[in-house]
């Protein structure tokens, strides 16, 4: 079975505060991707990356980086500088094969508040 | 390019009504994946097409149905409305139908059950 937990359900940070937004999986497949979405106030879901199991590099995209550690099963995400254009809530998600086809499971969330 | 649309947009239904939700994906992408997503969770999978054939199903009950047109669009059905059927649907699409290729998702029609 596949799960994904955020243990932070809410964050609050002041504007160009740096914040940290923590993922732990668990699965049993040896292959396997994991994915950042964000979801503004609007709904719908925006893709922010995708990671691959055999790649354990941190990436960075701008003011985004992503770190990815196997052997603590984590797959956490930093944004530095932070702005207000950044509250949302962000949902961490692991991809499982199924019937030919793939799944998301997603964590339950972290709204991240970034105020003035 | 236009990006993955659903309709409608906000839809309210009494229980034991019958809903359809639509989605139409990213031009040149074949498969279509439903989520549901109750108010302060995360989307849980529902099912996912490609090429007109189921390849994934969720533990959703069997009021829960649905299909993808020769031109890729997909109908989401619920049967029976409950009052907890109450969510955001949200369609993704994604360019290939196996692997774990991102999903690019829609909008969401937002279902109100009273």
């Known amino acids: 079975a596949q799960k994904v937990t955020q243990a932070q359900t809410e964050i609050s940070v002041v504007e160009k505060e740096d914040v940290t937004l923590d993922c732990v999986y668990e699965t049993r497949d040896t292959t396997y991707y994991l994915f950042w979405y964000k979801q503004p106030p609007s709904g719908e879901l925006v893709f922010l990356i995708r990671r691959n199991s055999f790649d354990e590099q941190n990436e960075i995209s701008g003011r985004y980086s992503w770190n990815f550690q196997k052997s603590t099963s984590s797959f956490n995400f930093t944004i530095t500088a932070s702005q207000v254009v950044d509250s949302a809530v962000y949902f961490c998600?692991?991809?499982?094969?199924?019937?030919?086809?793939?799944?998301?499971?997603f964590g339950t969330g972290t709204q991240l508040k970034v105020e003035l | 390019d236009a990006g993955v649309t659903q309709s409608p947009t906000h839809l309210i239904k009494t229980r034991g009504q019958h809903v359809t939700l639509r989605c139409s994906p990213i031009s040149g992408h074949k498969s279509v994946s439903w989520y549901q997503q109750v108010l302060g969770q995360g989307p849980q999978f529902i099912f996912q097409?490609?090429?007109?054939?189921?390849?994934g199903r969720g533990n959703f009950p069997d009021r829960f149905s649905a299909r993808q047109f020769p031109n890729y669009s997909s109908e989401l059905n619920v049967n029976a409305l409950l009052l907890g059927d109450s969510a955001l649907y949200l369609c993704?699409?994604?360019?290939?139908?196996?692997?774990?290729?991102?999903?690019?998702f829609g909008p969401g029609t937002r279902l109100t059950v009273l």
């Open positions: 998600a692991l991809s499982a094969l199924t019937g030919g086809g793939n799944k998301l499971t």
């Open positions: 993704a699409s994604t360019g290939l139908g196996g692997g774990h290729n991102e999903q690019f």
């Open positions: 097409y490609y090429e007109k054939e189921e390849r």
